[in-house]
Nanobody, 125 residues
Framework: VQLQASGGGVVQAGESLRLSCEAS????????VAWFRQAPGKEREFVAA????????YYSKSVKGRFTISRDNAKNTVYLQLNSLKPEDTAVYFC???????????????????WGQGTLVTVSA
């Protein structure tokens, strides 16, 4: 599956953005999808994931309550709604997909076989 991430931009603290990750090549039904991010000079970290069944969602502590992951199977697209953005949310955001990712591995980037190219989110104070 090929993934194309979009929606990044420059916003002020407290504002919102919605990132999109459009898949092609196969359906995302039954596939675990996730968002990771990498800030300048830091390692890539888990942000949010949607389990293969589509019914379970998981978030890192730093974004829980502010970000929401969702999927539109008809459009074969996964979204990440970013609300109440903070300067520390500045990073390149990557979407990932994996048909064999089990629930206990959703936050593990090594579990995902397919990655998008990343979209930059910059939050100014």
């Amino acid at each position: 599956v090929q993934l194309q991430a979009s929606g990044g931009g420059v916003v002020q603290a407290g504002e919102s953005l919605r990132l999109s990750c459009e898949a092609s090549g196969r359906t995302l039904r039954g596939v675990a999808v996730a968002w990771f991010r990498q800030a300048p000079g830091k390692e890539r970290e888990f942000v949010a994931a949607s389990a293969r069944t589509g019914s379970g969602t998981y978030y890192s502590k730093s974004v829980k309550g502010r970000f929401t992951i969702s999927r539109d199977n008809a459009k074969n697209t996964v979204y990440l709604q970013l609300n109440s953005l903070k300067p520390e949310d500045t990073a390149v955001y990557f979407c990932a997909a994996g048909a064999s990712v089990i629930t206990s591995s959703l936050s593990n980037e090594d579990a995902y076989a397919n990655w998008g190219q990343g979209t930059l989110v910059t939050v100014s104070a």
